[in-house]
């Protein structure tokens, strides 16, 4: 069995797989959650009430990662994940930053909302 395994080997040899172990700051996680509560709250901003937004910070392979995602109120959910580098932990996001990546996911989730409607909307008022 362990030749299936991507981790086999002899204990203590191989480390295939095995993400080395970073901690956070304090003061990084708050940077990181206040950066990635902004883009929420800029983008909840950006759209009409109906779309629900939201966000998420997971440790994985490659270190902290931040999703942000918008489910509108029809079509498919849209999310956007990074992953910060060191620079960005102890500085922060820009406003710019922030402020790219929830006009992004604005538009993504209009865009949704047109596709999945489509041009057969009767008006109802002139």
């Keep these: ?3 299936n395994n991507p981790y086999a080997g002899a204990p203590g040899v191989v480390d295939a797989g095995r993400p080395e172990e970073s901690e956070l700051s304090a003061s990084e996680v708050r940077h ?3 950066a990635v509560a902004g883009i929420v709250s800029r983008t909840q901003t950006y759209l009409p009430e109906g779309y629900a937004v939201g966000s998420e910070l997971s440790y994985g392979s490659n270190g902290p990662q931040a999703t942000v995602a918008v489910h509108p109120p029809v079509g498919r959910p849209i999310s956007a994940g990074f992953t910060p580098d060191e620079e ?3 500085s922060g996001l820009t406003d710019d930053d922030r402020d790219e990546v929830a006009r992004g996911l604005a538009a993504s ?3 949704q909302v047109m596709s999945a409607v489509g ?7 002139r």
Excluded: I
Aim: charge should be negative; hydrophobic fraction near 40%.
């Design 1 to 3: 069995m362990n030749g």
């Design 88 to 90: 960005d932990l102890e």
């Design 32 to 34: 990181l959650r206040e």
């Design 119 to 125: 041009d057969d909307l009767t008006p109802t008022a």
């Design 109 to 111: 989730a209009a865009f």
